[in-house]
């Protein structure tokens, strides 16, 4: 089936150079908090809007509600970096730990289309080792369902989105449906320093039109993906899975914070999902939760709905809510050229390594990373040179020197391990419900991780010409936290995202992903949704219909 | 620290002048950044007191000259940072995490800024705005040395990150900061159509000391 037949979202935004179909949404569907839908999902990021795509497309009641708003690119974006402060979830957070990691701007999103508003773009697949990484290398942890499951998802995903990029090599090799993009300076440095020392590296994979794509248009190059794509260019769900959701009956409420979701004491089962919308408390009934807030509000959602059932919060029979949360090490490396490599001029997704990847048995660690083109804008550019140590005047000549620099980023692949995790602070937002503590330390393999990803770079940095390079530590992506397992005392959704809890709950975001390998988590967390999706309507075709 | 104006920096983009693209901005945008160009909000959140402190933390951590200095060869453009630190501390408009030994960002503003004038007082006699820019460099360097270590019971190292994060986002939000780096700033709807290594676009200029490299001349 054509992408256009099975998902015509493209299609039906504007071609008349605006970036919203404002029609779609006022005539949207409604439904009331009486009515109980068949399926509410919380949260409208990567994870959720793909499941009121597929399930709008199977004839479900669906409404989506995300506590942040329902963005107008035209209107709610700039080409700008601090004026895009209000994409980022930047309610209160605490974090801690050895290896504290930042939240909001590196990894957060709010609102319509979640923290694909501001990722990069870059959308690669999992390879199969990284679905059973403790069978083959004795880390980690083996999911309950592998490659071959998720494949045909990954595959209807990428001409969605589409991906733009060239024949990949690594993991299960394959093909994408758009042609790679020309690259800027920093993509021909990464080229140029990976040719050098043999190392082979690709264009893509990025989510970025290249040519037309339905009402989509062409890249316009201008450099800031992280910001909010005023293009349409980049793919977020907003984009690419929200216009058909409406078109097929799904409501998108925004605005809408979800503080719990109520079980009935008496079946186990859930009935609904609490929420605070313009100040009011309100109660959206549903037959079915898909509770889809991303690794942080996630676990906090299930930890503040404790209930007599379930007093250390919901699905939490078993300790593991919030637990075996990671993130990728993502230290970056920058070089110097007297050449002007103007890094800003060109998505910050241009070219990718995933030479790495796999556990070499020639060293000491396990697992591997990849090496990735990131192309910093001047306040985020600041922050590495602010990082290395410099400031007062050596502080701006390093920013005057911009122009002359080039930047990698590496995405180690983290082990999951029990105590990185989120909990409850004392401490409570303006809604009253406690805030997400969360609490993160490197082990060993992880620092090696880091290490020999910064050797790689620096070397490859320094093989294109770079004079000095420097690298400053940095962590990127959130995945865990309510992890898929086989058993249920190993996680807290089955195969199928279902929670081993509660029969009609399901958690269909990044926080079921049990490894991360060093691929960025957009693309797995949509196909894992779509699969999910597919099962449930078929679930209740067959059982309740 | 070297005593370079920061006019003096423009030298290396000869006649750039990110605002002269203006008129190619999409209008939410000329909207966001020409905010930044007009009067600097009021100074709501810090007493005077931490105000004063707090301008002279911000003019040393950005290397501006000293009033001395400032007098002799002129600013160049001085971007109000402190009342921009003042309006998102006022507003709460927070990165959205903290360190869990730190309290919330405005507290650990007042708190680091009284610290360093307690510093001040205890090693030259004297508060922080009065000491004199080498003086005001020892002081802060010295919260840069202590690493993780704990100064007036908050750790060293949270204290910097809150201090440069809280800086350089509002000093490199500013079209003048751009113009130091040859940064054309917001590019839509007009793009960029000559990219890679040593291109330019018609309205960049090439910078005009290629070899002034920060590490090399430091060496």
Redesign the interface.
């Known amino acids: 089936m054509s992408v256009r037949a099975r998902n015509e979202s493209a299609w039906l935004l504007p071609n008349d150079g605006t970036r919203t179909n404002h029609r779609l949404r006022r005539d949207m569907r409604t439904f009331a908090d009486t009515d109980e839908v068949d399926l509410v999902v919380v949260g409208c990021g990567a994870g959720g809007s793909t499941m009121i795509q597929r399930l709008a497309r199977a004839g479900w009641k669906v409404v989506a509600l995300d506590a942040g708003p329902f963005w107008d690119p035209?209107?709610?974006?700039?080409?700008?970096?601090?004026?895009s402060?209000h994409l980022?979830?930047?309610?209160?957070?605490?974090?801690?730990g050895s290896d504290?990691v930042?939240?909001?701007?590196n990894n957060?999103g709010r609102g319509v289309g979640g923290s694909m508003v501001h990722y990069a773009g870059y959308t690669p697949r999992f390879h199969p080792s990284d679905f059973e990484t403790l069978s083959r290398d004795g880390v980690g942890a083996d999911w309950p369902l592998g490659y071959p499951d998720l494949k045909p998802y990954y595959e209807a995903i990428e001409g969605e989105l589409p991906v733009a990029g060239e024949d990949w090599p690594w993991g299960d090799p394959h093909r994408y449906p758009h042609r790679p993009h020309?690259?800027?300076?920093n993509g021909?440095?990464f080229l140029r320093g990976a040719y050098a020392l043999g190392i082979e590296a690709k264009v893509g994979p990025v989510a970025i039109t290249n040519g037309r794509f339905g009402n989509r248009p062409h890249c316009?190059?201008?450099?800031?993906c992280l910001q909010g794509c005023?293009?349409n260019a980049k793919a977020s769900p907003l984009i690419t899975h929200i216009p058909d959701a409406l078109a097929h009956g799904a409501e998108v409420r925004p605005d809408a914070m979800v503080t719990r979701v109520e079980i009935d004491q008496r079946s186990g089962r859930a009935t609904g999902v609490h929420y605070v919308r313009d100040g009011r408390p309100r109660f959206q009934r549903a037959k079915v939760v898909a509770i889809a807030g991303y690794s942080i509000e996630t676990p906090r959602l299930l930890l503040n709905s404790a209930s007599p059932r379930f007093p250390d919060g919901l699905c939490n029979d078993f300790d593991q809510v919030g637990r075996y949360l990671m993130v990728q090490g993502a230290p970056q490396t920058a070089g110097?050229?007297?050449?002007?490599?103007?890094m800003?001029?060109?998505p910050p997704p241009e070219v990718s390594t995933e030479a790495f990847y796999e556990t070499d048995p020639t060293k000491p660690y396990k697992r591997g990373f990849s090496i990735q083109t990131v192309s910093p804008?001047?306040?985020t550019?600041?922050?590495h040179v602010?990082a290395q140590?410099h400031?007062?005047?050596?502080?701006?000549?390093?920013?005057?020197?911009?122009?002359?620099w080039s930047c990698l980023g590496a995405l180690c692949e983290f082990l999951p391990q029990a105590e990185n995790r989120v909990i409850l602070?004392e401490e409570t937002d303006r809604y009253g419900m406690p805030v997400a503590?969360f609490a993160y330390s490197q082990c060993d393999n992880d620092t090696a991780l880091m290490k020999a990803a910064r050797t790689v770079m620096e070397d490859l940095l320094r093989a294109a010409g770079a004079?000095?390079v420097m690298t400053i530590d940095r962590f990127a992506h959130l995945v865990g936290g309510a992890r898929m397992a086989a058993r249920e005392k190993d996680g807290v959704v089955d195969a199928d995202c279902r929670t081993f809890a509660v029969p009609n709950l399901y958690i269909t975001d990044g926080s079921v992903l049990p490894t991360q390998g060093s691929a960025n988590p957009a693309l797995t967390i949509m196909a894992l949704a779509a699969r999910t999706a597919e099962r449930l309507a078929a679930r209740r075709t067959s059982v309740e219909d | 620290m070297s005593d370079v104006a920061p006019g003096e920096r423009h030298d290396r983009f000869p006649g750039f002048d990110a605002l002269a693209q203006a008129g190619h901005w999409d209008p939410v945008t000329a909207g966001t950044v020409m905010a930044r160009l007009g009067m600097p909000p009021d100074i709501r959140f810090f007493t005077p007191e931490e105000e004063a402190v707090g301008t002279a933390l911000c003019d040393r951590l950005l290397g501006e000259p000293g009033e001395d200095h400032a007098k002799r060869v002129g600013r160049g453009t001085r971007v109000a940072v402190l009342n921009m630190i003042d309006a998102r501390l006022a507003e709460k408009q927070t990165d959205g995490w903290r360190y869990d030994d730190m309290p919330h960002d405005g507290e650990a503003w007042r708190d680091t800024l009284a610290a360093l004038d307690q510093d001040a007082r205890d090693r030259f006699g004297h508060g922080f705005a009065a000491c004199s820019v080498a003086e005001q460099e020892t002081l802060i360097q010295q919260v840069q040395d202590l690493g993780s270590d704990r100064w007036h019971g908050l750790c060293a190292r949270h204290v910097w990150s809150l201090w440069t994060r809280y800086v350089c986002t509002a000093f490199y939000s500013h079209p003048s900061a751009w113009d130091e780096m040859g940064f054309p700033g917001p590019a839509y709807p007009r793009g960029y159509k000559n990219t890679g290594v040593d291109a330019r676009e018609p309205f960049e200029v090439r910078d005009a000391r290629p070899g002034d490299d920060p590490a090399r001349s430091r060496r």
């Open positions: 035209d209107a709610d974006w700039v080409s700008d970096e601090a004026g402060h980022y979830w930047t309610e209160p957070r605490l974090i801690s504290p930042p939240l909001g701007s957060s020309p690259v800027g300076g021909e440095i316009i190059y201008r450099g800031f005023k293009v110097r050229f007297d050449a002007e490599v103007r800003y001029k060109a804008l001047p306040i550019w600041a922050e602010a140590g400031w007062g005047a050596a502080l701006r000549d390093y920013m005057s020197d911009y122009v002359h602070a503590h004079g000095e």
